[in-house]
Nanobody, 122 residues
Framework: QVQLVESGGGLVQAGASLKLSCVASGRTISDYPMAWFRQTPEKEREFVAAISYSGNYQYYADSVKGRFIISRDNAENMVYLLMNSLKPEDTAVYYC???????????????WGQGTQVGVSS
């Protein structure tokens, strides 16, 4: 099983950008599709973005489409989430996930990171 550690979260103003990083260890992530999810105390964990093994295909939640970009560097065992035009409703803990056991947008992933907090003020 792969271990995941996220970083890059913080508190920013609306309209700003942040880039989250996820570093993997234990196994090479080139074996897995990867994804980002987010969660607030009021909501269940929700899908944000996913990327195929090679990085050739990306999938986004409607709420972030056109603003967020997921990417990966298999040589460095890294996955990224560039978040542009941030809104207060993007405030959440963001989680990296590896190896889905179901649909890419479901929470049925084998490995999860511990999360990184993103706060967006209006």
């Amino acid at each position: 099983q792969v271990q995941l550690v996220e970083s890059g979260g913080g508190l920013v103003q609306a309209g700003a950008s942040l880039k989250l990083s996820c570093v993997a260890s234990g196994r090479t992530i080139s074996d897995y599709p990867m994804a980002w999810f987010r969660q607030t105390p009021e909501k269940e964990r929700e899908f944000v973005a996913a990327i195929s093994y090679s990085g050739n295909y990306q999938y986004y939640a409607d709420s972030v489409k056109g603003r967020f970009i997921i990417s990966r560097d298999n040589a460095e065992n890294m996955v990224y989430l560039l978040m542009n035009s941030l809104k207060p409703e993007d405030t959440a803990v963001y989680y990296c996930a590896a190896n889905p056991r179901g649909a890419y947008y479901s929470t049925l992933y084998d490995s999860w990171g511990q999360g990184t907090q993103v706060g967006v003020s209006s």
